[in-house]
């Protein structure tokens, strides 16, 4: 079955340094992959997709992921933390332009 | 704004009524999602149409759900007979098929309270 697996369900960390949110997808075909990022009481914004074109891909805010796929993994970072990035994130994986499917989210905490 | 504008933006019924969304998609969107999110939980899929066909519904769709996209444009999600375990918000999303993968641009959600 096609699925995608949030290792972390909650990450803390310290304004200023480094985020990581792990991602890994199940095996299939050629996936494209996206990070969705939802703030308290807002919708759903894309951060960054992969679609089989550069394997490290650039987003908004200062975020990339880089695709693995001999890790099937697609790990979120950001080099410097701040204090607006608190929120959900969901990594994302779609095959064939199907559903997408969504990982059960990482829960981010900036502190000063 | 994504484009994609969700009405209500907040319901709350008694259980047992019947209740209906709706959602529009970007003009020129052929794919529309239905997707279920409980507090703490990543959004669930619950089906999808392509233009105006519905191509695939999640078992989690029990028959009390029933969705629609008449002219391919809008699209409604029905719920008949509202059970206290359908309270989420409901969220549509759409994008355009055809080319370059593109993302799905979410709207804000239906929140459903079922009292």
């Known amino acids: 079955a096609q699925s995608v697996t949030q290792l972390d369900s909650h990450v803390s960390v310290s304004e200023g340094t480094p985020v990581l949110l792990r991602c890994n997808y199940s095996?299939?075909?050629?996936?494209?992959l996206f990070w969705y990022v939802q703030h308290p009481n807002k919708g759903l914004q894309l951060l960054l997709k992969?679609?089989?074109?550069?394997?490290l891909v650039k987003g908004i805010n200062g975020f990339e992921a880089e695709f693995k796929k001999s890790e099937t993994s697609f790990h979120l970072t950001k080099p410097s933390a701040h204090m607006s990035d608190a929120a959900e994130y969901f990594c994302?994986?779609?095959?064939?332009?199907?559903?997408?499917?969504f990982g059960t989210g990482t829960r981010l905490q900036v502190f000063p | 704004d994504t484009g994609v504008s969700q009405d209500p933006r907040h319901k709350i019924t008694k259980r047992g009524q019947n209740v209906t969304f709706r959602c529009d998609p970007i003009?020129?969107?052929?794919?529309l999602y239905w997707y279920r999110q409980t507090l703490g939980q990543g959004p669930e899929f619950l089906t999808y149409?392509?233009?105006?066909?519905?191509?695939?519904k999640s078992r989690l769709l029990s028959d009390r759900f029933s969705a629609e996209r008449p002219k391919g444009s809008f699209s409604t999600l029905e719920i008949q007979r509202t059970e206290q375990g359908d309270s989420a918000m409901y969220l549509c999303?759409?994008?355009?098929?055809?080319?370059?993968?593109?993302?799905?641009?979410f709207g804000q959600g239906t929140r459903l309270t079922v009292v």
């Open positions: 095996s299939s075909y050629s996936p494209s």
């Open positions: 994302v994986v779609s095959y064939n332009t199907d559903k997408l499917i």
């Open positions: 003009s020129e969107h052929n794919r």
């Open positions: 992969y679609t089989s074109a550069a394997t």
């Open positions: 999303a759409s994008l355009t098929t055809g080319g370059a993968t593109t993302e799905a641009f």
């Open positions: 149409f392509q233009n105006e066909a519905q191509l695939e």
